[in-house]
């Protein structure tokens, strides 16, 4: 009885599961056509003013190229301003920077340290520019990006923020190759929702608003230590439009060590249960869309989803092993030569609807490699995020979830 209990809810998760494939997949095709359109006239008619705000903390390695990727930008200059702020490094960051103190580009500023929020919150009450967006400090952007994002602004008055497509900068361990494909998956998800208004972060790295964001809806919160999805949500509360710009590529630097990455996605994940909770009023909501009914709703609930089916497959996979070492130990070791025979084709409901997710898995890491890359590339990336991905990612889960229970905050690093 316990186990019918418990297959049931899989099977009910895993419907769920695959109506958010399916639907994201119907999306696809609906959008396939602006996927690959050029515009016909490449050079901008207007260049918005923009501010490039580039919040510090100990970012002494990296920041020197951060600034280097955004003074490259094919951009007019007198339309550019760079506000790098140290949020009281306690490295040579504030030394390193100041070879751009003579740039007429760049406004150096130095401060106690109070959070990336604040940081980012003092440049922007500088900021004079119609249009503001952050890079972090690890994170350099593609020459053409700026302007691919200023084309979403002209086009569409309504748009009040763009984000980019972000892709891991030169992965060199396994972990970062793993992540290499999520983040390919996450250029497909991102861009499929944009049409739908239902965008739920406007990530760190380069996501562009328009001046008048903050001026309505007033500065960055702390909110989590994940501002940046706060601050989404409080647009699309207020039903400003978001959309993302599959042309502008971001290179942001990936944890290269389990801990690393758990201290990060912990973060992630924690801060997108908090905030899905502070804004529970628009969940299962019409009035807020597709956002409202599906993607806070995943967002959220979907952590436990990921656990529960986690957790099914495990334990049923130890009791296959347990049952086999009771096997050898009773009967003997036999080694028998594997050969595939589709009569014995495992036809089992959970076994085919494994078979339809992987497929539909390998079509999204298909299409958001070409996103991300303009041409499908197969890697060793891909082969790590099917195995090792959903092997890691139950530990940050599970301490996400206990944390929001007990109302122990994540720090952020």
């Not at 490449?42 to 903390?57: F, G, M, R």
């Not at 972990?175 to 406007?202: C, H």
């Not at 085919?352 to 079509?363: E, K, N, T």
């Amino acid at each position: 009885m316990l186990e019918t209990i418990f297959t049931t809810i899989l099977y009910i998760f895993l419907f769920c599961t695959l109506y958010m494939e399916v639907f994201f997949l119907i999306t696809f095709f609906e959008e396939r056509a602006k996927l690959t359109h050029k515009p016909e006239n490449p050079e901008l008619a207007y260049h918005p003013s923009t501010t490039i705000i580039v919040p510090c903390w100990n970012e002494e390695k990296t920041v020197t190229k951060t600034v280097e990727s955004l003074l490259a930008l094919n951009y007019p200059k007198d339309k550019l301003n760079i506000f790098i702020v140290d949020d009281g490094s306690t490295d040579n960051t504030w030394e390193v920077v100041q070879k751009f103190k003579d740039n007429p580009q760049i406004t150096l500023i130095k401060k106690e340290n109070g959070g990336k929020h604040t940081a980012v919150n003092l440049a922007i009450q500088e900021s004079t520019s119609e249009i503001i967006g952050c890079l972090d400090a690890d994170s350099f952007v593609e020459k053409n990006a700026l302007r691919e994002m200023a084309r979403a602004f002209n086009e569409d008055k309504n748009v009040m923020a763009v984000t980019p497509v972000l892709v891991v900068h030169e992965p060199q361990t396994v972990l970062q190759k793993m992540q290499q494909t999520e983040y390919y998956t996450g250029a497909f998800l991102k861009r499929m929702l944009s049409p739908l208004d239902a965008i739920n972060v406007t990530p760190g790295p380069f996501s562009i608003f328009r001046r008048e964001v903050f001026e309505k809806l007033g500065p960055y919160k702390k909110a989590h230590n994940t501002e940046d999805i706060e601050i989404a949500l409080r647009m699309q509360a207020n039903h400003m439009r978001i959309r993302n710009v599959h042309t502008a590529h971001v290179y942001t630097t990936a944890p290269n060590t389990l801990y690393k990455l758990y201290r990060q996605r912990l973060r992630w994940a924690y801060g997108t249960m908090k905030n899905t909770l502070d804004y529970r009023f628009m969940l299962f909501k019409k009035e807020y869309g597709i956002l409202g009914m599906i993607t806070l709703p995943i967002s959220f609930f979907g952590v436990f989803i990921f656990l529960y089916n986690f957790g099914y497959l495990a334990f049923h996979a130890i009791k296959a092993l347990a049952e086999k070492i009771v096997e050898i130990s009773t009967v003997g070791f036999s080694f028998i030569v594997p050969h595939i025979d589709l009569f014995y084709f495992n036809t089992d409901f959970v076994a085919i609807l494994s078979y339809v997710f992987l497929g539909l898995a390998l079509f999204i890491i298909f299409n958001g490699t070409r996103l991300a890359l303009g041409r499908f590339k197969p890697t060793a990336g891909i082969f790590y995020f099917i195995f090792l991905y959903g092997i890691v990612a139950p530990i940050w889960f599970t301490r996400a979830v206990w944390n929001v229970a007990f109302s122990r905050s994540s720090s952020w690093r």
